[in-house]
């Protein structure tokens, strides 16, 4: 005699349901919808600020994108400019720009061209001791060369005795080393002659150390660049 298995019991469906297989599903909670906090970027300072900056970038990023695209035209506009550029200057100036073949012994005053190539070739040939030279321009002075020192009478020198001269600030005859050159002022007198005042940086080895100096040179010039006078302001150490 054979026993059937007794059938599953289902559970019963909702109320009102007619398919039992139906199942009670479960109520939904309902969440609540919160609003979006804005970014930093869309604030009214963020905005206004982009609306500044936004041009001027989109400017400079086209700009690259055309020389990108024609670098012949702009290498062109570039020589242009930069040309243009110097003209201007040296237009204004009479200097190239960036101290190039610049000389500090072409002396300008007051927008006019004065010669100083006397007064730097004679301090070059003192610091070289080249008599020569010294003679030469020392035959354009009408005075002698006033040695001034500080606390003394002034000496002075006959400006064609070269040889005082040389034993006394040459390089070559002293112990003395020639370091920078520089022309301190440049100005001009009622009878047009023309007032330069050079500074002279040296240096010499002494038995406790190095011992440096500066020599002060006043030199009186036509407008042409001929000597007139030469005198040596002062010959003093530096402060410390």
Do not use: C
């Amino acid at each position: 005699m054979s026993v059937s298995p007794t059938p599953t019991q289902q559970k019963p469906g909702p109320k009102g349901s007619a398919d039992p297989n139906d199942q009670v599903k479960p109520e939904e909670k309902k969440v609540k919808s919160t609003p979006a906090r804005r970014s930093a970027s869309q604030t009214r300072a963020a905005r206004f600020a982009k609306a500044i900056f936004r041009p001027i970038f989109k400017g400079i990023y086209y700009f690259m994108r055309g020389i990108r695209s024609h670098k012949l035209v702009a290498f062109l506009l570039l020589l242009l400019l930069i040309g243009s550029s110097v003209a201007a200057y040296y237009t204004v100036t009479q200097t190239w720009p960036f101290g190039v073949g610049n000389d500090q012994f072409n002396f300008r005053v007051n927008g006019k061209n004065f010669s100083g190539e006397h007064v730097k070739n004679w301090l070059y040939a003192l610091r070289d001791g080249d008599a020569s030279t010294l003679s030469l321009i020392g035959q354009e002075t009408a005075q002698g060369v006033d040695l001034a020192s500080s606390g003394t009478s002034a000496a002075v020198i006959n400006p064609t005795d070269t040889a005082s001269l040389i034993n006394s600030f040459s390089q070559a005859k002293t112990h003395l080393t020639w370091k920078t050159i520089t022309v301190l002022t440049v100005s001009t007198a009622p009878d047009t002659t023309v007032d330069s005042f050079v500074e002279v940086d040296t240096a010499s080895a002494g038995p406790g150390g190095n011992v440096t100096g500066i020599m002060i040179w006043h030199f009186i010039t036509t407008p042409q660049g001929r000597l007139l006078a030469v005198s040596l302001v002062s010959f003093r150490s530096p402060l410390s």
